[in-house]
């Protein structure tokens, strides 16, 4: 039977950091917020980062948040997942991995490695290129050769030289066996428009047949390119560097690649059986794999296939039988229904979505608090009603002024919201909700750079507050204790989903990797 309710708040973009003259939360009476924190368990949870999937010091950002929230267990984007099984070593014994070179042993192969080499990390990374070529050092591969597309358009227009001078120094000082094959610019080998014929094939006959500009010092050719003020490296024609380079039967593929969208058009001129947008010179026994998948309906060796997300809190709660409704403004209406659920869109038994006009639509700071007064009042409603077992309510305000960059309207809203909190407290004390009130991210806490003294408008890495107004727990801390919670980071957002499980007494199931909150106080 259970006897408690729970109702989650989440203020979207509500960090915690220093009070200084760069956080609004500093000007604010903060009356509630401090009683909240003084007298109910309070810590801060990692929000950015590897906490929730993202690489290192990463901002955290609504989707990553809310999935992490929902799923009780964070799911790695590609980038830090590959970065975590490399630092790990299980990376170079992944089965995938050695069948790539299993097969160039069997057929007396060369193994070609196809990517995007950059500045940026959005596509690929020089980390994951470094760590095929150790494995492939290890398993003892003399014969690789390395197709790299140039960038330019995500990182400096002229980066590819010392990009490229910095890549083969680092290859003959770790003493890889290679053979720079071939240069080819994302204009032609990532494209992303459907033109096949013109820039994808291009790319593709250029690894497959060995067809471009033949060049003898990549150096030398790309400095007198250099001389031209308007060639970026993403327009670099396709240049074959080694003659005998490009593929052959028996050869086996690697795309590097993490990011599955602009490699799509030239994976799919590899590897879909189907493929009609151009005439494909026929190559025999043929090995292609990819690190990540690429595409959906073609089977083929995939390095690290998809991270499959088993449960998620809404489905665990409908099967148990517990009503929900969901409180929202049309902007975080996917962030609810897709990635707080898990990737599955469809409603669950018992689960009631509301969604209220976009907030960002708003004109005036009036227009904006009213609309969000809006959304909190149904959910006062909910709770006095008691007609739902689970309450989420986004309310994505606080997000919207902090992008906007308006420090005086950050003041104005916060006071709203802690003068607002003081009402749904004394509606909490007639209900049996236990009321959780946290953010996905950081933002509105840093407005100001203080380097610079411009206005800071993006989410940031910062922890987020984690408040858990039970009535149950309410206890008085003593300095130390308010000071110690106040600055301890107790876990991250992959807790918050086993804290309300724990709540309702309902046990976690063994996909969440996070833990209830519960157990700090």
């Known amino acids: 039977m259970i006897d408690k309710k729970v109702c989650l ?61 929902g799923t009780g267990e964070v799911y790695f984007e590609n980038f830090p997942r590959i970065n975590l099984s490399i630092e790990r070593g299980d990376f170079f014994k992944n089965p995938n991995l050695i069948n790539v070179f299993n097969h160039c042993r069997n057929f007396n192969s060369r193994l070609h490695l196809i990517g995007l080499i950059s500045e940026s990390y959005t596509k690929s990374s020089l980390n994951h290129l470094y760590a095929i070529l150790e494995a492939a050092k290890t398993n003892n591969l003399q014969n690789v050769f390395l197709h790299l597309f140039t960038d330019g358009f995500e990182a400096p227009p002229k980066s590819a030289l010392s990009l490229l001078k910095n890549l083969q120094q680092y290859l003959i000082d770790k003493k890889y066996s290679y053979h720079l094959a071939s240069l080819c610019g994302r204009y032609y080998a990532l494209d992303e428009s459907g033109d096949y014929a013109l820039k994808t094939q ?37 240049i074959l560097l080694n003659k005998d380079g490009y593929i052959k039967d028996g050869d086996a593929i690697l795309f590097f690649h993490f990011e599955n969208k602009a490699i799509f058009q030239l994976a799919n001129a590899f590897l879909n059986p189907d493929f009609q947008f151009f005439n494909r010179p026929k190559r025999n026994n043929l090995y292609i794999a990819s690190l990540t998948k690429y595409l959906e309906n073609v089977d083929y060796p995939v390095i690290f296939e998809e ?30 229904r897709y990635y707080f659920n898990g990737f599955i869109e469809e409603e ?25 007064k809006e959304i909190l009042d149904s959910m006062v409603l909910s709770i006095k009603e008691g007609n739902f077992d689970f309450i989420l309510t986004s309310i994505s305000a606080l997000d919207i002024i902090g992008h906007s960059g308006n420090f005086q309207w950050a003041i104005n809203f916060l006071n709203f919201l802690d003068e607002y909190l003081g009402y749904v407290y004394e509606t909490l004390q007639k209900s049996p ?24 408008t993006v989410h940031t890495d910062n922890p987020v507050p984690f408040y858990c107004l039970d009535l149950q727990r309410k206890k008085e801390k003593n300095k130390i204790e308010l000071s110690f919670y106040s600055k301890k980071i107790l ?10 499980l724990d709540i ?5 199931p063994p996909s969440f990797t996070g833990r209830s909150l519960l157990k700090f106080f």
Not at 44 to 67: K, Q
Not at 433 to 456: A, C, F, R, W
Not at 504 to 508: A, L, R, S, V, Y
């Open 202 to 238: 291009r790319a593709f006959l250029l690894i497959v047949t060995g067809n471009g500009l033949f060049v003898d010092d990549p150096f030398v050719f790309l400095e007198q390119k250099y001389q031209d003020p308007t060639f970026s490296d993403a327009l670099l024609e396709p």
């Open 9 to 69: 708040l989440i203020l979207d973009g509500l960090g915690e950091k220093e009070l200084n003259i760069a956080n609004p939360l500093r000007f604010i009476k903060g009356t509630n917020f401090n009683f909240f924190k003084k007298n109910f368990p309070f810590g801060l949870l990692a929000a950015s980062g590897i906490s929730v999937g993202l690489y290192h010091n990463m901002p955290g950002s609504c989707e990553n948040g809310y999935l992490t929230m």
């Open 504 to 508: 309702f007494g309902i046990k976690q």
């Open 491 to 500: 876990g991250s957002l992959v807790d918050i989903a086993p804290t309300i």
């Open 348 to 372: 669950h038994p018992g689960e009631v979505f509301k969604i209220f006009p976009d907030l960002s639509h708003a004109k005036t700071l009036e227009e904006l608090t009213s609309k969000s």
């Open 433 to 456: 909700y236990v009321l959780i009130i946290t953010s996905d991210h950081g933002n509105v806490e840093k407005m100001i750079d203080l380097l610079t003294g411009e206005k800071h």
């Open 307 to 336: 991270q499959k997300i088993i449960s998620n809190l809404s489905k665990i709660l409908a099967e148990h039988k517990l009503s929900q409704i969901k409180f929202a403004d049309e902007s975080k209406d996917m962030i609810l």
